[in-house]
């Protein structure tokens, strides 16, 4: 009986198509990546304009690749989404910090924001979808380098948008999320304001070692929750080590509150 109210449970949902459509949505992201690489960004970079000209191009069409994408999971049922708060992202000098429960969180975040800079895995510079766009916009190598907390802070005190994941890595699923320090001390250096953003993905699919096919027998919904900012400087009364720790905390904190409460 259980395994037949399972079944009908699957049937009820569509668990098949959104099986088909999940990978079907993994080949759309692909296919984009390698059209964005050899024909979007290469004519982008022959229209007028400087070096700062060809970055906010290439930044706004992967936003826009990025948008579409979301599109075409929601068209196909693969998910349903809410956003509350995009309005506030993309100000100059905002780090942007989010928790990181699923591989598509990204994917949210910069679908919201037309000119946006992103720490990114090291690995995706030799990813044949997506090394093109990473270079092409700029972004920012996470691969634990002294040098790239100097970087993060500069693009910040130049006025650019900054995500960031303090994890680092997808959050272990049933486990709190655990920040580490980079995020607060990149803040401190060069960020104007912080803001975080709670993403809740229920139930919890493309978590971190599990395959794309392994899918759940209902629909996903997304949540994405702007949260208030935070001014670094109400952290900076103290010397540099300290200070990224009591923030570090305090985003720690902030984020255990905000996911319970969501």
């Known amino acids: 009986m259980a395994v037949a109210a399972q079944l009908m449970e699957r049937r009820r949902d569509a668990w098949l198509w959104r099986l088909l459509a999940t990978g079907a949505s993994f080949a759309v992201f692909g296919i984009g990546g390698v059209i964005l690489r050899v024909l979007i960004l290469p004519l982008f970079a022959l229209l007028p304009g400087g070096p700062l000209a060809r970055r906010r191009r290439a930044r706004a069409a992967i936003s826009r690749a990025f948008h579409l994408h979301v599109q075409f999971m929601y068209r196909t049922r693969v998910l349903d989404f809410h956003i509350d708060g995009a309005e ?58 002294p040098e790239m907390l100097e970087q993060a802070a500069n693009v910040l005190r130049g006025g650019e948008t900054l995500v960031m994941f303090p994890e680092g890595t997808r959050t272990t699923p049933g486990q709190p999320p655990v920040f580490h320090r980079g995020a607060a001390a990149i803040a401190l250096r060069g960020a104007r304001t912080i803001t975080p953003v709670f993403i809740s993905v229920a139930p919890t699919t493309l978590t971190k070692a599990e395959p794309w096919y392994h899918i759940p027998w209902r629909r996903v919904m997304v949540h994405l929750r702007v949260g208030d900012d935070i001014d670094p400087a109400t952290f900076d009364n103290a010397p540099m080590p300290i200070a990224s720790r009591r923030l570090n905390q305090h985003l720690h904190q902030l984020f255990l509150q905000g996911l319970d409460a969501s």
């Open 88 to 145: 506030r992202l993309g100000r100059p000098g905002q780090l942007v910090v989010a928790n990181h429960p699923s591989l598509i969180d990204v994917v949210f975040l910069i679908s919201q924001m037309r000119d946006t800079n992103c720490v990114v895995k090291a690995s995706l510079w030799n990813n044949p979808c997506m090394h093109g766009a990473v270079r092409a916009a700029q972004y920012i190598s996470n691969n634990g380098s």
